[in-house]
């Protein structure tokens, strides 16, 4: 009995470096300055997806100064673990992802992007700098002897990318003696100081679809004597998508929008090719599976009378993120412990994707939201220049996930 109830409840020492007065939230505490530093200087110097040669190295000069012993990866990225007490436990893995957008910064802030056309406008800035910070409080916490299963720090490329640097990674072996990987990711339209979670899918599938279409073309006062390929992608423009959605179950929640159209070059030739470009989304597994055949069937019907040739091409880019109910739990009773009850917020599933999904498909895991938004101020969208972050939300996530560390030898597994 009593066996179990250390198990259940870890030792003294583990407590004691939880809750708002823990070792933690004092480490973090007297880091957040630094943090802050952190995060500005990776948000001047943004690098594109395989291009993140500086931030790794700047990563790694930070976690050999905490005393660490981190590993490059292939390309860019690394990895780097904070031994436990028990090396017999698996590892429990902190993702955060390194590579900034090609969009120019909007905003006049100080540290504002030194790259033309290029910027943070995703957050990883912050979430490379709360992993950080999690990790500065977890070399204290283990030098305190309260780190019983080994936590490993994967800093990851390319996540804007397809293909994307999860499953680089993973080619990697990263997940070798992990068993479960958690993560954070900005929600600008929530306020700094509250985190959403949520069990199961958390984000869509989003896959890169492309059509190619080819026909005979003509001159526009001939039309009969073509196949008039305009209207065969207008068909395939309107119709695809109200297609899938009639076919699939739409409890799947299926999206097919289109984002580029191309084709032809002067007014009065009907051309011969076109180019269609958008992105499938889809919030369950099992749509995301159907996908790819039910496209290509309906796309053959749809072109069909126009006398055309068409082709799909639907790349797989990623699956839903899926949050294992364990694992979520872990990070609800981190959430509850640094921040309280109300500032647990039910997170509702986003039609966006993350390629962490990949992560989840080999361990179970889970993605938070967390809260960047100044109360009271303007809510900012993702993947848009002007982003803004309330940078008190480094601290906080960097206290979520140390606590979620500690906190997994403390619940019943």
């Known amino acids: 009995m009593e066996q179990t109830q250390q198990v259940l409840l870890g030792t003294a020492e583990q407590r004691s470096m939880l809750g708002p007065t823990g070792l933690i939230a004092r480490t973090v505490a007297d880091s957040e300055d630094a943090l ?3 995060r500005r200087h990776l948000h001047r110097h943004p690098e594109l997806s395989h291009q993140e040669h500086a931030t790794t190295d700047f990563i790694e000069e930070h976690l050999r100064g905490l005393g660490l012993s981190p590993q490059r990866m292939a390309h860019t990225g690394l990895i780097c673990d904070i031994t436990g007490e028990d090396p017999s436990l698996g ?3 902190l993702r955060a992802d390194m590579d900034a957008l090609g969009i120019p910064e909007l905003t006049t802030v100080a540290f504002r992007s030194t ?11 912050v979430h490379m700098s709360a992993v950080l910070g999690a990790a500065t409080a977890l070399v204290r916490v283990a030098d305190a002897g309260g780190l019983r299963r080994g936590v490993r720090l994967v800093f990851q490329p390319a996540e804007e990318m397809h293909p994307c640097g999860a499953l680089e ?10 068993d479960s990987i958690l993560a954070l990711h900005c929600d600008p339209g929530v306020d700094v100081g509250h985190v959403g979670l949520k069990s199961g899918p958390i984000t869509s599938a989003t896959d890169p679809v492309k059509v190619q279409v080819r026909g005979a073309g003509g001159h526009t006062s001939r039309p009969h004597l073509t196949q008039d390929l305009i209207y065969a992608l207008g ?14 179950d739409p409890r799947s929640g299926v999206n097919l ?6 084709a032809g070059s002067a007014f009065n030739a009907i051309p011969s090719s076109g180019t269609l470009e958008g992105t499938l989304r889809c919030l369950d597994h099992e749509a995301w599976d159907q996908a790819e055949e039910l496209l290509e069937t309906i796309l053959a019907d749809l072109v069909r009378p126009w006398g055309v040739e068409a082709r799909v091409s639907h790349d797989r880019g990623v699956p839903p993120v899926s ?3 364990s694992s979520v739990d872990v990070l609800s009773s981190a959430v509850r412990g640094v921040l309280g009850l109300d500032n647990l917020d039910p997170a ?10 990949w992560y989840l498909e080999k361990v179970p895991g889970a993605l938070a939201r967390l809260g960047t938004r100044t109360p009271g101020g303007r809510s900012y969208d993702l993947h848009m220049g002007d982003l803004m972050i309330d940078e008190r939300a480094i601290g906080i996530g960097a206290s979520v996930l140390a606590a979620a560390c500690v906190q997994r030898d403390l619940l019943p597994v």
């Open 169 to 178: 990674l993973i080619g990697q072996d990263v997940l070798d003696g992990v």
């Open 235 to 248: 068909s395939i423009v309107t119709q695809l998508p109200a297609a899938l959605n009639r076919r699939m």
């Open 348 to 357: 509702a599933q986003s039609l966006g994707g993350e390629d962490f999904a």
């Open 36 to 38: 802050r530093e952190v």
């Open 257 to 262: 929008t289109w984002g580029s159209i191309h």
């Open 323 to 325: 949050n294992a109910p």
């Open 115 to 125: 790259v033309e056309g290029v910027s943070h406008a995703c957050g990883h800035d």
């Open 91 to 93: 590892l429990t893995a």
